[in-house]
């Protein structure tokens, strides 16, 4: 994949709120992906927005078909979860294409940081007639992320988490499944290297935020943006799995560098080493391995949002 200019220039052009002509690629296996594809259908030719759509099976095949079009339409609409959006977002920071996101998936992370509606008609509707906004991608070992990339207890509850328990369970899910991982977590050992100075922790989960949601309605930091020009770190460890639910509603509100065992930084640049390679979860799929080098790319992708949540 190319490389990714960590700090494009910022875009001042003004746009005209409705589109010409739309990329349209819908994930066939979401839950409401025939509904969404109709509402979009519907909202595009209401604006009189031409579609143009585009089958994806591969998570590569995404990329690719971002980058063929991405000369002859104005916007990227993505239906599907945060994995769907994970894969595309190398594409879109390489050709500048705006996103507008369809939220179909199970946690939708990323759209509740944008304040896209959950509604599939509404959200149809903001993407031809929203505004946009430029926001952060966090990249580790070349590979970006919109959310969260972390190590550990993500990586299990990742395996954890079936298509049929989310189905079934929705964002409850995350909870069950991350009660589960918890009883047979053990702690690994990993040096965080932030600014220049190495910090060696004892963790079950290490966690590099870009954007404010991850996992099902976790919160990064209570302060955190898309857009704030930071990686909030973390590092958390655990005496036993009973402390998990003492600690969960921290991590719901943003507030868990409160607790004496969960460290906190924040920085544009980390290195995470550990004593054997481990899995990297992005935006909940297994992309990458430690040792794990991240960075900020600032201002890194053009995302169609409510009129509301467009400044910044």
């Given at each position: 994949m190319p490389a990714i200019s960590p700090d494009p220039q910022p875009d001042t052009t003004a746009r005209p709120s409705t589109r010409r002509?739309?990329?349209?690629?819908v994930n066939g296996k979401a839950r409401q992906g025939q509904s969404a594809l109709d509402s979009v259908l519907e909202a595009c030719e209401a604006a009189g927005v031409t579609v143009e759509r585009a089958e994806c099976g591969r998570r590569e095949e995404l990329g690719e078909a971002i980058r063929a079009s991405a000369g002859s339409v104005d916007l990227a609409i993505i239906g599907g979860g945060d994995g769907t959006l994970n894969?595309?977002?190398?594409?879109?920071?390489?050709?500048?294409?705006?996103?507008?996101?369809?939220?179909?998936?199970?946690a939708n992370d990323l759209a509740r940081t944008l304040g896209i509606p959950l509604d599939i008609e509404e959200a149809a509707?903001?993407?031809?007639?929203?505004?946009?906004?430029?926001?952060?991608?966090?990249?580790?070992?070349?590979?970006?992320?919109?959310?969260?990339?972390?190590?550990?207890?993500?990586?299990?509850?990742?395996?954890?988490?079936?298509?049929?328990?989310?189905?079934?369970?929705?964002?409850?899910?995350?909870?069950?499944?991350?009660?589960?991982v918890m009883k047979r977590m053990a702690p690994m050992r990993a040096r965080i290297r932030i600014d220049g100075v190495a910090h060696r922790v004892?963790?079950?989960?290490?966690?590099?935020?870009?954007?404010r949601h991850y996992g099902g309605?976790?919160?990064?930091?209570?302060?955190?943006?898309?857009?704030?020009?930071?990686?909030?770190?973390?590092?958390?460890d655990l005496r036993g799995w009973w402390e998990w639910p003492?600690?969960?509603?921290?991590?719901?509100?943003?507030?868990?560098?409160?607790?004496?065992?969960?460290?906190?930084?924040?920085?544009?640049?980390?290195?995470?080493?550990?004593?054997?390679?481990?899995?990297?979860?992005?935006?909940?799929?297994?992309?990458?391995?430690?040792?794990?080098?991240?960075?900020?790319?600032?201002?890194?992708?053009?995302?169609?949002?409510?009129?509301?949540?467009?400044?910044?």
């Open positions: 002509r739309a990329l349209l690629i894969a595309a977002a190398g594409a879109l920071a390489e050709t500048g294409l705006p996103l507008a996101i369809l939220p179909l998936g199970t509707r903001v993407a031809v007639t929203g505004r946009i906004r430029r926001i952060d991608l966090g990249e580790v070992n070349g590979v970006p992320f919109f959310n969260v990339a972390s190590i550990g207890l993500s990586v299990e509850l990742a395996r954890e988490l079936t298509r049929d328990m989310k189905r079934r369970w929705g964002t409850l899910g995350y909870a069950i499944a991350a009660a589960r004892k963790a079950v989960q290490i966690g590099v935020g870009n954007g309605g976790m919160t990064v930091d209570e302060g955190a943006s898309v857009d704030d020009g930071r990686l909030n770190v973390y590092s958390m003492l600690l969960y509603p921290s991590f719901r509100a943003g507030r868990q560098g409160r607790w004496k065992n969960v460290h906190t930084w924040t920085c544009t640049e980390a290195e995470i080493v550990t004593r054997r390679p481990r899995p990297v979860n992005t935006d909940g799929e297994l992309t990458t391995h430690t040792p794990a080098r991240f960075r900020l790319l600032r201002r890194a992708v053009a995302v169609v949002c409510p009129a509301e949540e467009a400044e910044g």
